[in-house]
């Protein structure tokens, strides 16, 4: 498993009976997780005296409920920072878990001797934008809601970055991916985290079993002859590490490379265990 163990400002406490507590800077909050199967006893403070808890409901959804939390605060990564919201369906605008990608990919950029072309599809509030962009690649980062972009556009300044190269697209991914091949544009690196399920703006259905293998097809049209890695996120448990490693290795067969996969995850502090938060696929170049 690879892991997210480099966050100060962050930290998943305890988790047990479908939820976690987790500190986000100095904010602790409750939320829901269907790995958390599990039932040991709940001894830490903090889940009798959180700052935010949302309680999933059995009709679907859920809602939060407060207890002193601003309504917008910030948290640090290295030398990122993220502002952070709760807002529907338990999340805050990061997930934090992709940190052990962000490490992963910026050696490499760092370390390619040129300058890397990335595009992030899916790029939601815009952590790997900025992990790339800090590590010196120039990114477009591509996503259908508005309100993210804008989002990750507040966090490239937070962050310092609001002068990096990065190329800001509120757009469907398969079609300005479509569009881009059209242009004859080509990328030294994509990475993808998209929705295990989800609409597009007039209605499409989009389902990650159904959909990925065609969007993964497409993007490898996108890559310049030398490119530097493809990474996939999945949050979905029936797409196995495995399953994102045979796709990538199929599709991205022309170029000398190698594939990894497997789960990614965070440390969970009061009892040593690492809770498994999706699973990624990576190809790096060989060369």
């Not at 808890?53 to 009709?59: I, N």
């Not at 490239?156 to 398969?174: F, N, Q, T």
């Amino acid at each position: 498993m690879w892991k997210a163990n480099g966050w100060v400002d962050y930290e998943v406490i305890d988790c047990s009976r479908g939820e976690k507590l987790e500190r986000w800077g100095k904010y602790r909050l409750i939320r829901p997780d269907p790995q958390i199967i599990w039932d040991t006893e709940k001894k830490d403070a903090g889940w009798k005296h959180p700052n935010g808890h949302y309680h999933r409901s059995s009709k679907g959804g859920g809602e939060w409920e407060f207890f002193d939390l601003p309504k917008q605060w910030s948290i640090r990564y290295k030398n990122l920072t993220f502002n952070l919201k709760p807002f529907s369906f338990k999340h805050t605008g990061l997930f934090p878990e992709q940190a052990a990608n962000w490490d992963w990919f910026s050696e490499k950029i760092k370390h390619a001797g040129r300058e890397i072309r990335v595009l992030n599809l899916f790029a939601y509030t815009g952590g790997a934008t900025l992990a790339a962009a800090a590590a010196g690649a120039a990114v477009t980062h591509v996503d259908a809601s508005k309100g993210m972009v804008n989002w990750a556009k507040e966090n490239a300044k937070s962050s310092g970055l609001e002068d990096a190269p990065v190329r800001w697209i509120v757009d469907d991914c398969v079609k300005f991916a479509e569009r881009e091949i059209r242009r004859e544009k080509t990328y030294d690196a994509i990475i993808m985290d998209p929705p295990s399920y989800g609409r597009g703006p007039k209605g499409e259905i989009w389902k990650i079993e159904d959909n990925i293998h065609g969007l993964v097809k497409l993007c490898c049209r996108l890559l310049s002859d030398d490119p530097l890695f493809f990474l996939i996120n999945s949050y979905t448990t029936g797409l196995a590490p495995s399953v994102l490693s045979y796709l990538l290795a199929a599709e991205l067969k022309q170029y000398r490379g190698q594939v990894r996969a497997d789960e990614v995850g965070l440390p969970v502090s009061s009892n040593g265990l690492v809770l498994p938060c999706g699973a990624s696929g990576r190809w790096e170049s060989n060369a």
